[in-house]
């Protein structure tokens, strides 16, 4: 089974609203709802690979990230396992740059069934506000 590792932000700004973008048509899980982020390459630490996927996915030069935990979830194809981070320091204006649908969300607001199953449990904790 292949097993990706990926770095996962969760942008919040001041007013405690998540970036979120939604996943293209042809990708697997088409259509929920995601936090940016990508696959961590082989030479990256998981917050180099952060860096570069949310300039990549949103135009957004990160400032301050600080980790927050890990998911581990399988798949019937795929396992992954998630680095989660809270981005509260960027320069720019996140956006879709990929021409994905994006919105911001209050953390309170979240609903965890419009997100991969891998996604829940952090979602729980965000809505419960232990971030």
Known sequence: MKHLQVAVGIIRNTDRQIF??????????AYKWEF????????????QALKR???EETGI????AKAIGLA??????LRVTLHFFLVEGWNGAPYGREGQPQRWVGQQDL????F???????IGRLVA???
């Open 20 to 29: 979120l973008a939604q996943r293209a048509a042809s990708s697997y899980m």
């Open 129 to 131: 506000g232990e971030f």
């Open 72 to 77: 581990d979830h399988s798949y019937e194809d």
């Open 111 to 114: 609903v965890a069934d419009e």
């Open 36 to 47: 940016p982020g990508g696959k961590i390459e082989q030479d990256e630490t998981a917050e």
């Open 53 to 55: 996927e949310l300039m």
């Open 116 to 122: 991969p199953p891998a996604n829940h449990e952090l």
């Open 61 to 64: 030069d990160v400032t301050s």
